[in-house]
């Protein structure tokens, strides 16, 4: 299974915030994360419309969790954020171009695997996600740091 960035970074937006248990800013949570944050501001935007988060303008605004981190399941954040499960060709009839897939079980397999990838994702909320909440929090309050450039081979 393999999942987007754009749901890696929705994730890790929804436990930071999780663990901060206070409004953050996509900036803040840009840099704790190294990623960008024209980016994550397209993230946090789905995260907003869908109910996850609640974004709020000014000097005190910010985004935070919209639901108590114990009623945000896993499993329904990637099924929101991810655009679709087509782990095969096969998965998408309007592309398949597959011969073999009248007789083939592959696909039947790939669906009861994926099953059992979302049936453990959905068994986890937010709040499992943060019981280290602060361990988590001391990594996440260090200054970022910057690799240093690749040396260039002569």
């Not at 397209?42 to 709020?56: A, C, N």
């Not at 991810?82 to 079980?105: K, R, S």
């Not at 280290?132 to 690799?147: C, F, G, I, S």
């Amino acid at each position: 299974m393999h999942l987007t960035h754009y749901t890696d970074y929705a994730l890790r937006t929804l436990v930071f915030l999780a663990a901060k248990g206070r409004p953050s800013t996509i900036a803040e949570v840009a840099t704790r994360f190294r990623i960008s944050r024209n980016h994550l501001v397209k993230v946090v935007h789905s995260l907003g419309k869908t109910g996850l988060i609640k974004t709020e303008r000014g000097k005190l605004g910010g985004i935070r969790l919209a639901l108590p981190a114990d009623q945000i399941r896993v499993g329904d954040v990637v099924r929101r954020m991810e655009v679709n499960f087509h782990l095969v060709e096969c998965f998408c009839p309007a592309h398949n171009e597959c011969p073999i897939t009248p007789v083939c079980d592959l696909k039947r397999v790939l669906e009861e695997a994926f099953e059992g990838f979302m049936t453990v994702l959905d068994r986890y909320t937010l709040a499992d996600m943060i019981c280290e909440r602060d361990p988590l929090m001391a990594l996440l309050q260090k200054e970022p740091t910057v690799a240093p450039p690749l040396a260039a081979h002569s």
